[in-house]
């Protein structure tokens, strides 16, 4: 089964999931199985990201639009 995340940084509306979304759909992702986040991945909480990581089973593929999309984990950042 697929699994898509989507996130973008800023959720004051300059920035949208849509292409992201298109990319999902496009790639046979469930839109029931695309998890999304509308924050920054460096401070905010990410419930679509906890979401994400709970739904995966084994032999799940996780899908991701760019890699600067993924998880990162915090000693990461820089």
Not at 25 to 49: C, F, K, M, N
Not at 51 to 71: E, F, M, S, Y
């Amino acid at each position: 089964m697929l699994i898509g995340y989507v996130r973008v940084s800023k959720s004051d509306g300059t920035q949208t999931l849509a292409p992201q979304r298109d990319a999902m759909l496009a790639a046979g992702v469930d839109p029931t199985r695309i998890y999304e986040d509308l924050a920054s991945g460096r401070h905010d909480a990410r419930p679509g990201l906890a979401a994400c990581l709970k739904a995966i089973q084994p032999g799940n593929t996780l899908v991701l639009w760019k890699l600067d999309r993924r998880p990162a984990s915090p000693g990461q950042h820089g």
